[in-house]
């Protein structure tokens, strides 16, 4: 499970690797304090979501639509046995 505050957008396609997924953002959703930004990638069952604050949202240009570079590294742990 990949929680939503552990997620970083950035507008457009940049970088390749193991933990950055592209994807496109199908819903912004007001929360009151944060922004719930909803971005389909290829090959999730469902929409990926993610929390940022306002003023990103504007910085960035993250509206329905634009295409996104989430950065999921900080959300995923490995665990050796």
């Excluded at 069952?45 to 570079?69: F, P, S, Y």
């Amino acid at each position: 499970m990949v929680r939503p505050d552990e997620v970083l957008l950035r507008a457009g396609w940049n970088g390749n690797g193991a933990n950055l997924l592209r994807g496109e953002i199908v819903a912004v959703v007001d929360e009151g304090n944060l922004v719930e930004i909803r971005v389909r990638v290829d090959g999730l069952g469902e929409a990926l979501r993610v929390h940022t604050g306002r003023q990103t949202v504007g910085e960035q240009g993250l509206v329905t639509g634009a295409l996104v570079t989430a950065d999921v590294s900080g959300a995923l742990h490995v665990v050796r046995g």
